[in-house]
């Protein structure tokens, strides 16, 4: 698995990508998409939609499941990956070009985590599923 240092993690398995000046690109991580299996479905919100840390903001439906995906951060949807629509493997073919949405915040998420740190929690899951 690969966790890019470039980006944070939270610890629901979503991947933040800073852009500057308040916006953020979000997406599912490299554990996450392994964990769901084939993705077949994408369920995005709506830019200007409200996102609260912590609460689902859409779900991914795989062939195992289907998983909410949980907001990093408390702010507002800008744009969503519409590509994903039509294309949703797109996130187990490279997870970290396939984002799922860009954000607006004033400020990060409070329990974001480095590469490292996020790379603990994921092989610690790992062992426990």
Request: net charge negative.
């Amino acid at each position: 698995m690969t966790f890019p240092k470039s980006l944070s993690y939270a610890k629901t398995h979503e991947w933040i990508e800073p852009l500057g000046g308040g916006s953020y690109r979000i997406g599912l991580t490299d554990y996450a998409q392994r964990a769901l299996g084939d993705v077949v479905f994408v369920n995005l919100p709506e830019p200007g939609d409200a996102l609260v840390e912590g609460e689902a903001f859409c779900d991914v439906e795989s062939v195992k499941a289907v998983s909410d995906v949980f907001s990093p951060l408390t702010g507002t949807v800008a744009e969503i990956n519409a590509a994903l629509l039509d294309s949703p493997e797109r996130i187990n073919q490279d997870c970290y070009a396939a984002w799922l949405i860009t954000a607006r915040a004033d400020a990060p998420g409070a329990d974001w985590l480095d590469a490292d740190a996020y790379a603990a929690l994921a092989e610690a899951e790992a062992k426990t599923h």
